[in-house]
């Protein structure tokens, strides 16, 4: 649990970097931990230890977009 809340406070770390530099867009390329992490954080709010495997198999790109300030879509595009 305790590494948990390690990877939660990077991710939410993360996010805020991203805020912070006022970023219109941004690729990453990670593992899928972390994409359930930024997924959960980004359209729900939080993220929480039974959501860590909420991501889907390789190959396929997770594109979230963010329509207005409440509003989130989540694609998921196959290259398998």
Not at 24 to 49: M, P, Q, R
């Amino acid at each position: 649990e305790n590494q948990f809340k390690e990877l939660k406070a990077h991710i939410k770390e993360f996010l805020k970097i991203i805020k912070n530099n006022n970023l219109e867009s941004a690729a990453i390329c990670t593992h899928g931990a972390v994409i359930a992490g930024f997924k959960h954080l980004i359209t729900g709010g939080d993220f929480k230890s039974e959501q860590i495997f909420d991501f889907p198999i390789s190959g396929i790109i997770t594109k979230i977009e963010q329509s207005n300030i409440e509003n989130f879509t989540i694609e998921e595009i196959d290259f398998n």
